[in-house]
């Protein structure tokens, strides 16, 4: 009968001894592996008799522990010699040169940003709303009728639908469209307009700018762009208000004396409807806005529709306004020179360290936008 006090002996001496963790494993299969020896032990408990069985199973039993627990520890320990040695030698030299290790400012970010700098200067506010809209703010509070074709036009990327899902937030008395709690990835940041005057009185100053999204893709469109969204309400607006707060903006935006032209349009929120073009010529493989014989639509706009006005629950025989809506990353291409919309989003990190900008430099009608 082998003496089990020697055999644990003889473990708890190799165990301290080992200085690696494979030596260690190498004892835990040599002591309690298929073939190891205390395995092997234990396997012999089926030749005892039932006296012996009796002692010898809790003895061998509890030896085995005892090693698999003392092989526990002594990894614990050499686990963390292992990663202390690490920490010592693995020095960091804060003296090192850092490089160009920072990152840069998207251009649609700072297009954003300057746009609102532009605007806040006019007593603009910056609302925002959520990309995944309803129904109801995305086109029927917008005067958009249920089952218009407009709603498909605009290339909509509906949700599936789950259940449980909450109502849209609308003011009492207003209709409940069928339609109304359907999930769409907004299209537009015109739902903005709604929730703004849903939960706001008038008078109203804001821009909202976002993403938004149609089910679109070629060389000037994206499936994801960004939009800024224009909202002015208060007493006696009218549509002089919104051309000269436009052509304001756009030499501002441009820097430099912009010529424009409005074309009427039609948008079922506003009424009347047009879309604002900008002069330009071409200049190489460049664009040159402000001079030329060309013009580009860089916006849609319009007064605020009465109907849209009274889903919010605002009178429209006391209150008028107007809207406005551009898109981002168009107006970034013009403004700073990129050839492809595509590329803005590719996140290529030679493209965003050419056309990025400093993070660190804000945007400001002082020093300058960009
Ligand atoms: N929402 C319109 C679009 O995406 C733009 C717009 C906004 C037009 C506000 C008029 C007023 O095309």
């Known amino acids: 009968m082998t003496d089990l006090?020697?055999?644990?002996?003889?473990?708890?001496?190799?165990?301290g001894e080992a200085l690696d963790l494979k030596a260690l494993d190498d004892i835990r299969v040599t002591a309690l592996g298929k073939k190891g020896e205390?395995?092997?032990?234990?396997?012999?408990?089926?030749?005892?008799?039932?006296?012996?069985?009796?002692?010898?199973?809790?003895?061998?039993?509890?030896?085995k522990n005892d090693i698999a627990a003392l092989i526990d520890a002594r990894k614990t320990s050499l686990e963390d010699a292992a990663l202390d040695a690490a920490l010592a030698s693995e020095v960091m030299d804060m003296s090192l040169p850092v490089g160009r290790t920072s990152g840069t400012l998207h251009p649609v970010q700072q297009v954003m940003e300057e746009m609102a700098v532009i605007f806040s200067d006019m007593g603009f506010a910056v609302a925002e709303g959520p990309d995944i809209e309803d129904d109801f703010h995305n086109f029927t509070?917008?005067?958009?009728?249920?089952?218009?074709?407009?709603?498909?036009m605009h290339d909509t990327f509906f949700m599936?639908?789950?259940?449980?899902?909450?109502?849209?937030?609308r003011p009492t008395g207003t209709e409940k469209s069928p339609d109304g709690e359907k999930k769409v990835?907004?299209?537009?940041?015109?739902?903005?307009?709604i929730r703004t005057m849903i939960n706001q009185k008038p008078p109203?100053?804001?821009?909202?700018?976002?993403?938004?999204?149609?089910?679109?893709?070629?060389?000037?469109?994206?499936?994801?762009?960004?939009?800024?969204?224009?909202?002015?309400?208060?007493?006696?607006?009218?549509?002089?208000?919104?051309?000269?707060?436009?052509?304001d903006f756009v030499s501002a935006f441009f820097e430099t004396d912009v010529d424009v032209q409005f074309r009427p349009h039609h948008f079922p929120f506003t009424e009347p409807s047009a879309e604002m073009d900008v002069r330009y010529e071409r200049d190489g493989a460049s664009i040159k806005i402000g001079s030329g014989e060309k013009w580009m639509e860089i916006l849609g706009c319009g007064m605020v529709h009465p109907n849209v006005l009274r889903n919010c629950g605002i009178d429209p025989n006391e209150y008028q306004g107007f809207a406005f809506g551009m898109g981002v990353d168009r107006l970034a291409m013009l403004k700073y020179g990129m050839p492809d919309l595509r590329d803005m989003f590719a996140a290529d990190t030679r493209w965003l360290s050419h056309y990025g900008f400093n993070p660190l430099l804000q945007a400001s009608l002082v020093s300058g936008l960009s």
């Open 5 to 15: 006090n020697a055999v644990k002996d003889k473990y708890i001496a190799q165990i």
């Open 38 to 63: 205390i395995s092997m032990m234990m396997r012999g408990l089926g030749q005892m008799s039932p006296e012996e069985k009796k002692i010898m199973g809790p003895a061998l039993n509890g030896l």
């Open 141 to 152: 509070a917008l005067n958009f009728p249920p089952g218009h074709p407009a709603r498909d």
């Open 160 to 169: 599936v639908p789950t259940r449980g899902e909450e109502g849209a937030e």
């Open 185 to 193: 990835l907004r299209t537009h940041t015109s739902p903005v307009q």
């Open 204 to 247: 109203i100053r804001i821009i909202a700018p976002g993403r938004t999204y149609r089910c679109d893709s070629d060389q000037t469109h994206t499936p994801m762009f960004h939009q800024v969204e224009g909202l002015v309400i208060d007493k006696d607006i009218h549509m002089g208000h919104l051309k000269g707060c436009l052509m």
